[in-house]
């Protein structure tokens, strides 16, 4: 009898050994989880973190190198794009300078007669914003416009893109610099160029001649001069959304989407 009394208690202090013993690994368990638990705020800070400088380095470099947005805010290339465009501009097929220095990453293919390209323009300085055009004059070329006709190399040119406001003929004070382009055994005492009639000017190597679609109403290469190369700064590829940005309608950004033109490839 004794020895069963026994048999049970050692059985009953073996089972309460096990017992004690699974309580304290299950503790020592829990802390160590615990303990875990208190790290990880601090690994899940450094995490979001990395998330965020990666994501960011990510949004520079293909907004410095392959890709860019351009909202349109004036008239200059109606009716190929409007007031309230917003564009997806390819900055990889020109190049790119790398911020902050003069080194210059070249692109993989060059520019074309008639592509829509955003550049930077040149001086004067009271033209403080990345400029849209169409690329009309090529290096070599010998352009001349006559009563709103644009002739290259002597021959008048399609261009069924073109649309023309209205109103007079005028003159300004800027074109003059088109005197040092002239072609050889054109007067320059005599030259007086106005918005509709000017030329022949033969470009140069390394500039280009640029032109809003809506003539009449656009502000380029005929009042402030050539660009050069190193300005353009990628080709305009197509729009991502439009909306009537000629509105006075609140909020026209919702209210009057323009959701025909979304995707529309620019040509």
Do not use: C
Not at 13 to 38: L, Q, V
Not at 106 to 111: I, K, M, S, T
Not at 144 to 152: E, F, H, P, S
Request: charged share 25%; aromatic share 10%.
């Amino acid at each position: 009898m004794a020895k069963k009394a026994n048999t049970r208690n050692g059985g009953k202090r073996t089972g309460g050994g096990a017992s004690g013993s699974g309580d304290g690994t299950g503790r020592r368990r829990t802390r160590k989880r615990a303990g875990g638990g208190e790290v990880r705020p601090r690994s899940a800070l450094a995490e979001w973190t990395k998330s965020i400088v990666v994501a960011a380095i990510l949004f520079v470099f293909l907004r410095t190198f392959l890709v860019q947005t351009f909202v349109i805010t004036s008239g200059s290339m109606e009716n190929t794009l409007l007031v309230g465009d917003m564009l997806v501009v390819n900055r990889a097929a020109m190049g790119s300078r790398i911020p902050l220095t003069n080194i210059r990453i070249p692109g993989y293919a060059e520019p074309h007669r008639g592509d829509v390209l955003v550049f930077d323009p040149p001086p004067p300085d009271t033209i403080n914003m990345k400029l849209v055009k169409r690329l009309v004059g090529m290096p070599g070329d010998t352009l001349q416009m006559r009563n709103k006709v644009l002739y290259i190399d002597g021959k008048a040119q399609d261009e069924p893109y073109v649309v023309h406001a209205g109103g007079g003929d005028d003159t300004y004070p800027w074109m003059e610099w088109q005197k040092q382009y002239l072609l050889p055994g054109v007067d320059p005492r005599a030259y007086a160029p106005t918005r509709d009639n000017w030329g022949p000017l033969v470009i140069p190597q390394g500039r280009y001649f640029m032109m809003g679609d809506n003539r009449d109403e656009s502000f380029d290469s005929r009042y402030w001069g050539l660009v050069e190369r190193w300005r353009l700064e990628g080709r305009a590829v197509f729009v991502y959304y439009s909306y009537n940005g000629k509105s006075y309608r609140p909020f026209p950004w919702l209210r009057e989407v323009r959701w025909g033109r979304v995707g529309h490839v620019i040509r």
